[in-house]
């Protein structure tokens, strides 16, 4: 309610003055580079007025109008010095208290929002100032990998590699001031496989981010690495399916190197592929042979192989481990050949494929070092010639590890 006094006729006279105003202020908050304090620029308000006058003079209606500028212009005063107001209270946050106190593991909080209904709330992400990238890898013996850090991350680091406690072995090596990183070859690996970690450390604040690298002696696999079929005789042929992959880029060719089977140059896009034995060979010196598979990335130049041994004839002597007289835990184990009477036999001992050494009395021995996790073992004797007399075979898995005997089926008649 407003009384207006209507000065021509020096008469007081009363009438309803309602004014609405609306004054909306836009704002962007920056940084002073210099000070680093808080700055808020204003760039533009939304002004709206509304005059309702009831029962009053024209001429006063008139002059309410005229003098709504003056009006807003003391609104907008207002409004700026509000938020001036406002913005210049607000609490410093302290990051020495952040970073040192509440995360001592090198940690960083990072904000994305900051709000203040009353109190100050700021919202944001802990992390690393630096992060290796990446993380985790797996790669082939001898080759090489450029490692980096996070994008973010504007300073300069130093790396470098350490064995992982348990892995034995090379290490390779790592350009300290550009993060590549070139693997052990494949004679420094010892075993299937060999881990080492990589760190990238910044010498301001000495915080290192680490990343896992697993190398492998064979980066492609080829399974199974060793199987048992048949020579091809009047019944179909006992196929034999294989897979391969390969890490990487590069196509992958397949052939028989030794041997009679046969096998497709491609594989199927699933990394598969069928072999066939050869024909049964009446003229072979024994009773079986074993057929060399060779996978190779055309790419690389790198080489799998798988084994077949290839029954052609029933073997005349069975191998079996002589348990009582076996270290297995220690990587030892003794064989014995016994012939189709049960009566043992002296013969000549060998590892075909695979695995560990063997000597002249069946004393066999794990090689730790050895990529393969088999030994396919060989027993034969030989007549007057020199020509196979009776022969068989066994296939020991590595680690050497005793299996139950197979149990007996009560219920066939």
Known sequence: MATVIDKRTEKQSFGTVEARFSVKGNYVAGVDPASKNLIIHSTGFEVESMFFAYDVPVEVDRALVDSSGHAIAELKKGVSLSVNQLFNNIHEINLLFLHSILFIDGGVVKATTAHFPGDIAVFGKICAPLTIEPKECLMGHS?????????DFTGKVEWGVTAIQGSTGGIGRINKETG?????????????????RITATDPASNYRSSGLVTIVRRDITANPVVQVTSA??????QTRTLSANTLGQ???EWKVVRGTGTIPLKGGPDGKNIYTPGPKDNNIDGTFTIDR??????ATGKIQNAHVLVNHFASELTVTMDMPNSSL??????????????????????????????????NFT?????????????????????YTDKD???IAPVPLVELPDRPIDTYSD
């Open 180 to 196: 590549l990183y070139t693997a052990p070859s494949d004679g420094e690996i010892h075993g299937t496989f060999t881990r080492v």
């Open 232 to 237: 091809t005789g009047d019944e179909p042929p």
């Open 366 to 386: 794990v090689d730790p070092a050895g990529p393969d996790r088999y030994a396919l073992i060989t027993a034969r004797t030989v007549d007057s010639g020199g």
């Open 329 to 362: 835990p220690n990587g030892k184990a003794k064989f014995k050949a016994v012939d189709n009477r049960d009566k043992e036999v002296t013969a000549i001992w060998k590892v075909e494929e695979g695995n560990g050494a063997i000597d002249s009395d069946g």
């Open 250 to 252: 590069g196509v992958l």
């Open 143 to 151: 080759a090489t990998y450029q490692f980096e850090v996070s994008k």
């Open 293 to 298: 598979i060779e996978v190779k990335n055309l």
């Open 392 to 394: 068989g075979w066994i």
